[in-house]
């Protein structure tokens, strides 16, 4: 089994909420990031999550199956 880096669309998990002068971004209760109110502050995320296009993704390690009928090979002795 092997990780690899993905970019996920997580637009439909972030809630926002209005704190003082800013929304504050939610993903499953943990902060991401916040929205300033100005309109010239930029978009203000936790490493990791990237706002593209409207959408909000978040740059995760995904585990990737090997192809499964290699799944049992002995390298060293020269057999699959």
């Known amino acids: ?27 499953e209760g943990e902060p991401i990031g916040q929205i300033p109110q100005s309109e010239n502050s930029p978009l203000n995320l936790k490493n990791g999550f990237e706002y593209h296009n409207s959408r909000f993704y978040q740059f995760a390690d995904v585990t990737v199956q090997p192809d499964q009928k290699f799944v049992d090979c002995d390298e060293e002795n020269g057999w699959c």
Request: proline share 0%.
């Open 1 to 27: 089994m092997t990780f690899e880096k993905q970019k996920i669309d997580v637009t439909d998990r972030i809630i926002g909420k209005f704190t003082g002068n800013q929304i504050e971004l939610y993903m």
